[in-house]
């Protein structure tokens, strides 16, 4: 492989992104996912683990995580974390009931706490 070529791929390296999508169950990550990809949102249901939607945003290749948020299923947050360039929190501002618990710092550093 040439100089130029490997030149190239580092390039292309460096335009795609990984985004890391958590949040509450039912806060609507799934459905901003398919919104964004121009995707049927009428058939929406709950994520059990996760799913990769890979978006174009002009030059930059993003490839969203978009991981389940259920009770059991947010120990398993942090290994999604490592390589991330970006994290979206996602909160349903409806949801009063539970709004102190997604945005509790608690919440967010179940992330990076190992001993979670
Ligand atoms: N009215 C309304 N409903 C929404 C909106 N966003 C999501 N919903 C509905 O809320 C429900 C849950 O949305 P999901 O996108 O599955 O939520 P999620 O955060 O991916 O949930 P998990 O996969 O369980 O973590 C679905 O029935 C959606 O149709 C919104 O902006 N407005
Ligand atoms: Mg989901």
Do not use: C
Not at 12 to 33: F, H, I, P, S, Y
Not at 59 to 67: F, K, P
Not at 80 to 90: G, H, N, R
Request: no cysteine.
């Amino acid at each position: 492989m040439g100089l130029l070529s490997i030149i190239k791929k580092v390039k292309q390296r460096e335009k795609e992104m990984r985004v890391l999508m958590v949040g509450l169950d039912n806060a609507g990550k799934t459905t901003v996912v398919k919104q964004l990809n121009g995707e049927d949102t009428s058939t929406v249901s709950p994520t059990l683990g996760f799913n990769i939607k890979t978006l174009q945003y002009h030059s930059y290749r993003l490839n969203i995580w978009d991981v389940g948020g259920q009770k059991t299923l947010r120990s398993y947050w942090r290994n999604y974390f490592e390589q991330t360039d970006a994290l979206i929190w996602v909160i349903d501002s409806a949801d009063t009931l539970r709004m102190q618990v997604s945005t509790a710092p608690h919440s967010l550093s179940t992330l990076s706490d190992s001993s979670a």
